[in-house]
Each structure stands twice: as C-alpha cells, then as structure tokens.
C-alpha cells in the first residue's frame, strides 16, 4: 500500500503573514509541544476538597492530577504537605502517560491523616502513613487491614466480606449480595406471585492495590441459586490506611430474558447488599440510627427506656438517646428495672424509598407481629446504623433517594446477630420491568421503520430493544464503630454517604498542562461579550440543574441522563416521544459538562458530570452479548432505539471522570472498548440506509471516519496513555489509522473506509469523494483530533484535519472548489463554529477566527442560540404540568451540548479575536 505524500496546508509565507496579523504562529497553540519546556515548572500544586468540609468522615478520597508533556518523568515519586509545611501520607501511581514516556497524569491517594482543607502536592518522597493498609493473601482469604480495622475477604462461595473486626471485636460477617426474582408479572390484580431468592457466588478476587495508603480489592462472580447463576457482579472495596471505614462500588449487568408483550421473565425484584451484624449488648443497649431527610436521624433503642409510665432517671434516658452504655440497672429507679422483661424489644427496621419524593419508616418487635408506623418523610439520606457500647456497623448507600427504589432493612436486632440490607432496588416497589414499551406497530421492514422514524425520530427494529448487557453501578460506605457513635459523628457519617469528599487540582493546573487538546480556559469577564457568554453558560446548566429536580429525572435506571428534546405544546419534555426523549449522550452533553466543570472547578457541575458519566457508561451502553461495546441511541428507555453504535459507548465521554479520579471502574469500561472495532461484524450502524451492496467482512469492515472512528480512537488512544495490557496494539491501531485516513484521496472529507480488523489500517480509496455529515465530528471528533494532533507529529493527518475543519462552515462555492462537489446540506453550523476557532489557530489565518465567531453569533440554524434569544425562564404552574417550576421552550439538549463546547472552545482558542 502506497502513502500519500506529506501535504503543507498553507504555503509557508501565506502563513506566516497570517500569523503577523493576528500574532499567531501557526501551531503554537493550543498545547504546541515545542513550547512546553520552556513553560515548565515545579512549583506546588494547591489541591483542595471539592466542597467545603474537608474528608469528613470518609475513609479516604483519590484524585487525579495532570502534567505538562516532559515535565516529569514516568517513575517520578510525590509528596504532599499541608499549607503550614506538615507532611500528609499520600500513594502515587501514574494513570496516563504522554508518547514520549513522561508522566501525563497520576493519581494520589490520601486517608484520614488528611484533616487539612488545602495541600501541596510537590515532587518528592512521601510520607509513610502512621499506621499502612496492606492486603495479603492466603488460601482462601485476602486479609486487608487498614491499622484500625481489618476485613477478610472470601475468593469463592457466597460471602465477599467473611468478616470485618475492630481490634479483637467482630463487627460485621457474611458480606454477600442478594437478588430477589420474580418469575411473573400480572397485569391485573389476579394471580399469585412467586419468588426466587438468589445469593453472591465469589469467581474471582484480585488484590489490585496493596498500600501503603490505600488498598483496592476487586471480586467478580455472579447471583446463584441452585443450577442456576446469572445477573453477574463486580464489586470493589477499598481500603485506606488508618480508616475505620471501607467503601464497596457495586456494579450488575442485566443477563436476564424479557419480551414484550409476554407476562413471564426474569423480573428482579429485589436486589441489595447484606451483612451480618454479632450483637452483644443487652437489648437496652442496642442502638439503632436511621437516617431521614438531611443529616436528620431516627434514633431508637432496640429495648426503649424512654417515654415509659415509670422514669428511670434523667442520667439513663439521656445515656441511652445519646448512644451511650446505660449505668447498672441496680443503680435505675427500680419501678422500672423490676419490669425491663415487660418492655417491648423491637428488632425488625424498615426505611423504604419507593419514589423521588417520600420515605416511610416502620418497625416491628420480630417477624410473624405487625408492623408499627415510626414516621417518614421525603428524601432519606441512605444511612443507617446498628450496634451497642461494644461496637456497631455503620451503613451507607449513595444517591439512596435519587436512585429509588431503594430500601434499608435491619432484622433481628433483639438476638445475637442483627441483619442488615441495603436495597439496590426495594423489594416493596414493583418489579423491575425491563419489557420494550411498545409492540412494534407493525414496523417489520427497514421502510417502515424509516417510515416511523420520520414521525417519532424512533430508529425501532424487532428484538433490538432489549436490555441484555445494560449495567448500573452503586456506590456504599461501611464503617466498623467502637461503639455508637455520638450523633456529630453520625452527622459526619451521613455527609460521607451523600457527598463522598473529593480533592481535587485546580482549574488552572488542567490548563496548563494543555490535556484534553487544550481546548478550555478559565471563566474571563474582562469584556461585555465574554461576560454575556458566561452568562448564557450559567443559564444554561442551572436550567438543567433546576429541570433534573422539576421533572423528577431520577430513578435506578434513569439517574444522571437529561432529556432530548421539549415539547412547547404540552409544556413538558418530550418523555414519550421516541427519540426525543431520553439523550443518551446525542451530541456531547458529557463533554460541555466536563469542560464547563475543568475550567472553572465548580463543585455542581462535577457531581452533575459525574452522576451522567455513571449512568450513560454503565445504563447506555452493552456489557455483554452481541452488541458488547456498542451503545443505544436516544430514546424512551435508554436501551430501546435499534441504533447500537460506537458514537454512543465512546470512550471520549468516560475519559475525563476517569483521569480526574483513577475510578477503576471507568478504567474497566473503557478497557473493554479496546476491542469493540471488532462489533462491526456483528452489525453495521447504516445498514437501514446503505444503498449499494455490503456485507460486512473481516477485511473490509465499513467505517465512518466521523462518529465510528471518534469511538474507537478515543478508547485505543487512552489504552495507549494508561499503558492497559493491550495498549501496544491500542498504540498502532491509532497510528495506522490516522495514518490511512490522511492517505485518502479527500482526507476526512471522504467519510468512510474500508478497515481491516487484522491490520488496523483503511484501504486507501482509488477515486475522491465526499461524505460529510453534520454529526461526523460532533460526537468527540473534535476534542479527540485535538489530542492526537498535539501528541503525535503526523503533518499529513493534521493537514486532513485541518482541511476538515476549514471546509465544513465554507461556502458551496468553496467546498466544490477544493473536493470536485459540494458538501450537501449540512446543520449545526453554531457547534461547527469551534472546527473554525481550531483551525485558525493552527494556521494563523485571521479569516477562520472571523468565521469562527461569524457562525456562533449568526448560525443560519434556526435552533441555535443566539443573543436576540430570551435568555430567560416563564414560570409554569397550576393546570399547565404537574409541578410548578419553569420553562425555557427554546431549550433544546443538543443545541445546549454544541453551544456549550462552541462557547468554551471558541473563548480559549480565538477570544481575543471577538467582534
């Protein structure tokens, strides 16, 4: 196969006049390496807590931190000191890496000796912490202890956690999962329901970090009951040195079968996270906390002495509601000790979270006796306790209310061992329904399809709307007590639950080091006009914030996704309206919010980020199965469109989480993408469309250079930067296939090429054509080529790019001068705006930063925002929709996502060059 020669995009004196206007020089941003080493320097780096508080209660927090290209090599150790010059325990291990070996991102891990608010981090040695969390182990037991505690975990049968001990004292046992089936649905009010109750069966446990801050334990298995095993898991616990506590991160995949329009199924039920707690108190001295709205708490004793006929003594009440040992019975009013045996014991608890909006509490002497209302309230905060004066187990489930249904149960607190559940999904609720919402309505070939395409924007197929290999992720915090704690701690406990502390690096150090193409600058309302942008950006995500709480956008499965598309008419998004509905990553709203959250460090806008980055790689994508690494185009339930497609599993969305928190499990998704080119075989994403005969082979796979490739790159691009077990073969799959898409005869412009899966590499095409579409690059092509071109000196693909990006917002006249024909009819010229602002900087040339600014202001898409817009809400209420709030009917999540990343890249590339 023959190259295409190197191309220069512009002449080099053209250039370089361009550049004397503008003071550019052609290359030199963003994120020119020539620059950067001139730029280096060692000074701290302020890392500080995300919100305010510090690590509160939590077990420990772990961030990621970014470095200019060469400015540290790849073995480079860290230190971290508090703003008075204390050294502060700190784990440092690389997570990306630049080409050239240097380190491009680490992750630090600190524990509950980091009580400070701010921190240096510098290069240097660390200190050792005072007490080291190790892991080891030893036939059938990985022993971790953390210096406080110590958990022994199982590597096969049904218990992932077999103990947790505190000094000599038992705490918990008998960590395992449970999983409640029901077999059938009735749609009416006749028939019996029948269960099926299945528990953790452990297939593998790997110690994936041993100290000597923090320790991680990953355990793989599935939910067993007698031949059967199915709906498997992966949990990891972590560890941190000195921590009296641990946090679980809990993942399912869906391997059940259900059909639409057939009653029987894998229906689950119930599905939560069980321990075992040893009692050894007297029940007067059995506590038990239950949280409720806020840092609110019930707070009970299993054997209650207040409130009674007869007074024990004000010393005794006070003990008891505060969590403390009661004094000797022998030292009580005896009117009251003489009768203890008369006093109800209540050992069975109850808090269930069936909606958004309401809890009830509950609670009963013991199983077989009634129910006794103990209150309620709107949202729980997922916490509980259950324990005495010689120790007890704390208990957490994050976004317990935003994920309902859930549920916490603690049992027999009047016997030796307590249980305790955290409901996943409460077994009160109905079951979880995962049947296709709709029977078809006769679509059975693709013109019928098309044909309901055009009138719902629904892409249906029979049999493609199955949830087989969708996954959510849940995350939950245990902690081994001494005793009851006192209720600040509690407090402290709850916040932990709700908010998990997270450091964090400044905007400014993200910046600087030039990651994610250098694309974004911090927030700057020197001028009029960028204030008016910052403006329109605030809107615009608060508008969100407050629409997420309006129109209740919460439940297991829905969680962290926006809304497609609104519908004025009604007053109401557009729910259940095929694929307006649920947005399912459809033109980036999880980049705008992770730069929107990258150049100004506000904390609303990470755990906005951060709870979409859980739910569209986990709930949007397929884990297992046929479709195993591709994702589902928007649509009333987030696995319904027939469109699996790599544009929506991209990597590029998972990227950032993942660097600026080391999560393992956004390592694993986009791990797993490494080899998703090969999906292609099972099924082409244009096969409704195609026109000329294809059918898909091994050596000539056709694939998009647009939204297909922006997917596959960015997962081999960051194997290659994280050094993953495949990443030499991630590394030359880029390579090869930047290589062949600059050797076409249109470079990007050509649309599409037939891969070979053996090689990595496009066949070059014998004749030009032109194949763009409005959403080729808007599905991370963008940020990605940014990247690519930044770390990899390859003029003939930044040439192509370029080329790309100046001849996208062209006019017709222009495009059929430079490729024979004219681009067709092409949208979204507003979020093309930024291709112009990138190429203008690339090649100084004054008139791309013109147009740049020309197509976001003046974009002749009658959707896309404009200043003469009303940037303004009206308020809806009263018989307009079932809940007051307000509207914005101009509003639409894909013109958002485009005016957002337009807005930010176009101020950090061409700022200066506004009208």
């Known amino acids: 196969m023959s190259r295409m020669p190197r191309r220069t995009l512009l002449k080099a004196a053209a250039a370089a006049g361009a550049a004397a206007q503008i003071g550019w020089t052609p290359g030199a941003t963003p994120a020119s390496a020539a620059t950067r080493s001139a730029e280096h320097t060692d000074e701290p780096v302020a890392l500080t807590w995300l919100e305010s508080g510090g690590l509160g209660a939590a077990p420990g927090s772990t961030l990621g931190v970014p470095w200019p290209k060469g400015q540290y090599p790849g073995d480079q150790t860290f230190s971290l000191a508090t703003e008075d010059g204390e050294d502060v325990p700190v784990q440092t291990w690389p997570i990306g890496y630049w080409p050239d070996g240097s380190l491009k991102w680490t992750a630090h891990a600190v524990g509950p000796e980091a009580t400070a608010e701010t921190f240096s981090l510098t290069a240097g040695a660390p200190a050792a912490p005072a007490k080291r969390v190790t892991a080891v182990r030893t036939g059938g037991t990985v022993t971790v202890s953390t210096g406080v505690i110590t958990a022994r975990l199982g590597t096969n049968g049904s218990a992932l956690v077999k103990t947790v001990t505190r000094g000599s004292t038992e705490i918990a046992r008998n960590g395992r999962l449970v999983l409640v089936r029901q077999g059938e649905i009735e749609d009416g009010d006749q028939g019996t329901e029948k269960y099926e109750r299945f528990e953790s069966v452990v297939e593998e446990t790997v110690v994936e970090q041993d100290g000597p801050v923090r320790a991680v334990v990953r355990i793989d298995g599935r939910h067993r009951k007698g031949s059967r095993s199915w709906m498997p898991f992966s949990v990891r616990l972590y560890f941190y040195a000195g921590a009296d506590s641990f946090r679980m991160v809990h993942t399912i995949t869906y391997d059940g079968t259900v059909e639409p329009g057939k009653a029987s199924g894998d229906f689950v039920r119930g599905l939560g996270v069980r321990f075992a707690v040893p009692l050894r108190d007297e029940a007067y001295d059995r506590h038990i906390r239950i949280g409720g709205d806020g840092t609110g708490l019930l707070r009970e004793a299993v054997k209650g002495v207040t409130g009674l006929r007869r007074d024990p003594g004000t010393a005794v009440r006070e003990a008891q509601f505060a969590g403390r040992k009661l004094p000797d019975p022998a030292t009580w009013d005896q009117r009251v000790t003489t009768r203890l045996p008369y006093i109800p014991e209540w050992g069975d608890y109850t808090l269930s979270q069936l909606s958004a909006d309401g809890f009830g509490l509950r609670k009963r002497t013991r199983r077989g006796h009634g129910w006794i209302g103990a209150g309620g309230g709107r949202r729980a905060s997922g916490f509980g306790y259950v324990g005495g004066a010689s120790g007890g187990l704390s208990f957490g489930l994050r976004d317990f209310w935003e994920k309902h249904p859930a549920q916490l149960d603690i049992r027999d607190a009047h016997t030796d061992e307590a249980e305790v559940t955290l409901w996943l999904w409460s077994p009160e609720a109905q079951p979880m329904d995962l049947r296709f919402y709709h029977d078809g309505m006769g679509q059975e070939t693709y013109p019928e399809q098309l044909e309901g395409l055009n009138i719902t924007y629904e892409d249906y197929e029979p049999g493609f709307g199955t949830p087989y290999g969708i996954a959510r992720t849940s995350e939950l915090l245990f902690w081994a007590n001494a005793s009851t704690p006192a209720p600040e701690t509690l407090a402290r406990q709850v916040d932990a639950v709700r908010t998990p502390p997270q450091l964090a690096a400044p905007p400014k150090q993200l910046v600087d080091a030039k990651v994610f193409g250098g694309l974004f600058a911090e927030p700057d ?41 609104y519908d004025p008419t009604r007053h109401q998004w557009c729910y259940d309206v095929g694929g307006y509905a649920w947005d399912n990553s459809e033109l980036s709203p999880d980049l705008w919010l992770w730069y929107a959250y990258m150049r100004s460090g506000r904390a609303d806008i990470y755990r906005f980020a951060e709870a979409m980055t859980r739910h569209t790689g986990e709930v949007d994508v397929y884990h297992l199965g046929t479709w195993a690494g591709l994702g589902t185009r928007h649509g009333v339930q987030h696995y319904a469109d027939s469109a699996k497609q790599q544009r929506i599993a991209n990597t590029t969305y998972r990227r950032m989480f993942y660097f600026l928190t080391a999560d393992e499990r956004v390592g694993d998704l986009m791990h797993a993408n490494v080899d998703s080119d090969e999906t292609f075989l099972a099924l082409d994403p244009i096969r409704k469309i195609r026109t000329e005969p294809y059918t898909p082979d091994r050596h000539a796979l056709s694939i998009g250079f647009g939204t297909d490739w922006s997917g596959l790159v960015s997962a081999w691009l960051t194997e290659w930067e994280r050094r993953g ?77 370029i080329d790309y990006c100046r001849y996208f917002n062209a006019t017709k006249a222009e495009q059929a001068a430079r490729y024979g024909s004219n681009f067709g009819t092409l949208l979204l010229f507003q979020g093309h705006s930024r291709l112009d602002a990138y190429a203008a900087v690339r090649t100084g040339d004054v008139t791309l930063a013109t147009r740049a600014w020309k197509q976001f ?29 307000s509207e914005a009917a101009w509003v639409s999540t894909n013109t958002t996502a485009l005016y957002g990343l337009a807005a930010i890249q176009n101020l950090a590339l061409v700022g200066d060059r506004m009208p």
């Not at 898409?861 to 809400?873: G, I, L, P, Q, R």
């Open 725 to 801: 077990p495949k990443w030499e073969k991630a590394r030359s799959r880029v390579l090869s296939t930047m290589e062949t898409i600059a050797a076409q005869p249109n470079g990007f412009v050509q649309g599409v090429g037939l891969y070979d899966l053996d090689t990595g590499t496009f066949a070059i095409a014998e004749e030009p054509e032109v194949g763009v579409s409005h959403l080729s690059a808007m599905f991370g092509l963008v940020e990605l080529n940014a990247e690519l071109i930044d770390m990899i000196d390859m003029p003939a693909f930044e040439a192509a790019w």
């Open 857 to 885: 202001y003046g974009s002749a898409d009658t959707w896309d925002y404009k200043e003469s817009t009303d940037w303004n809400t009206r308020k809806v209420d009263g018989p307009t929709g079932p809940v007051p709030g």
């Open 525 to 565: 309302r020197s001028t009029a006009a960028r204030s008016r942008i910052e403006d329109h950006l605030d809107f615009l995500f608060t508008y969100y914030k407050d629409h997420v709480e309006m129109r209740r956008w919460y439940g297991f499965w829905d969680y962290g996704d926006i809304m497609h598309t």
